[in-house]
């Protein structure tokens, strides 16, 4: 369990994340939904120790995140932010075997190759394993970054909008991973989300945050309601139940 | 990889061999000293900027910095400038160099204690490009004041001085070899427990956290690293900015790897090669009418007018 306590996180002054608490339980996906700016991302980030907290304190499996050490930290917990601008040439394979850096530290065992090829296989990227990054189509891309976070098999997995720029197909497509994950692999799962579709579909419970405070939590058929998305996004949203899944309805 | 590094080793070796015995005339008790002294502050500089440029551009994820970007040898040029500004070039500061070399070296490696204290006051992120941006700032600064000083000095003094703009390595002193070797010796020990976060840090500081490297703390200390080894290798020949660039690109263009154990090695040998190169170009066919770092930056220059390019078109 991941528990977050009074965590407040400051701009120029300004409150990003506003003396936020929640429990995110094991086992599941939970999803951060909210406008632009709501401090999802901020929260995602000090959740994994990425940027400092200013106040408060975040507790993994009850212990204190900022008194682990880095290194074990790693084997716990681990993020994919929405850019990864990175500026050496690497073959798919060789990224994924960063995964498993926090347990080899750069040098691979027999054990560490079998989690990358897993890894690799979960992701079903075998065929293209040696082409280089660069040479990959966004959905590819995020394919072999997800695979890279499978072979570093942590418990708790955090990704902020995975989804950023893919098309419909390889979206479904890595949301249908994350849920596997959680299913069969026993994964904790967090996601900052824009749409809110995919958080209905697939995740157990949703967090909703608006200018750095947490609106409203719960489970996801809670969450999915024409009064708290009023709230949360300031618009009416129709939403509909088709084939036992709430869809919002809010392009027109 | 293998092939490429038995090319690389069997230049070196024939370098070394060429420039210790070429034209000798017989006079080996003479000849070989002067020349073995020669090839190893040139092996010993080489080595030093080439690791260091290798570490800061994995740093800074940025292929066409070198760490001559904080203002190191802006602030040698200034230190060697006020001496003679000051107190002429008869002076014992100014003509004994172990003293100078101390010296120098005791400001730059104590200049960047205090600049990255300032800075890395802060807990938490520590902004490497704000630490560029007033590196960069302070280097003009110096270079600026420098250049106040020369031009009121006299002008045969000013003559004193221009010979320590460009890196040499003519008359390089056993003792402050020693010293170099010492001083490089013991960084390099204490660098060998960062070199495995080297390739990870590469992939930038967000992978890196991840990961479980703690970044702050071990981007500071590779930072000190880097300071101490430009700090030394200016101190012994003089400023010789664009051999780091050349050869940390180089390696990378020829080795074609992302692993540091590889990029550290080739670029070290690649910087050994130039040096010596270089520097027999410089003896046997300009017979001295030119300085080895004319010849380096010369190149460097061209080289970084290609990778601008290259860049641009892709």
Redesign the interface.
Known sequence: MIEVRNVSKQYAGKHVVDQVSLQITKGTITSFIGPNGAGKSTLLSMISRLITKDQGEILIEGRDISKIKSNDLAKQISILKQSNNINIRLTIKELVSFGRFPYSQGRLTAEDLQYVNDAIAYMDLEAIQDKYLDQLSGGQNQRAYIAMVIAQNTDYILLDEPLNNLDMKHSVQIMKVLRRMVDELGKTVIIVIHDINFASVYSDYIVALKDGRIIKEGATQDIIDRTVLQDVYGMAIHIENINDNKICVYFA | MKAKFSILFVIVIVLIALFLLYDAGGHWDYVLPRRGKKILAMVLTGSAIAFSTVVFQTIT???ILTPSILGLDSLYMLFQTFIIYAFGSTTLTSTDRNINFLISVALMIGFSGVFYKILFRK???SNIYFLLLIGMILGTFFGSVSSFMEVLIDPNEFLMLQDKMFASFNNVNTDLLIISIIGIIGVTIYFTKFI?YL??I???R??A??????YDYVVKRLLVVVAILMSIATALVGPITFLGLLVANVAHQFL?T?KHKYLILGSILISIIALIGGQFIVEKVFTFSTTLSVIINFIGGAYFIYLLLKENKS
């Open positions: 994820n940025n292929r807990e938490g992120q495995k390739d990870v590469s992939l930038g967000d992978q956290v991840n990961l479980g490297v703690n074609k992302y």
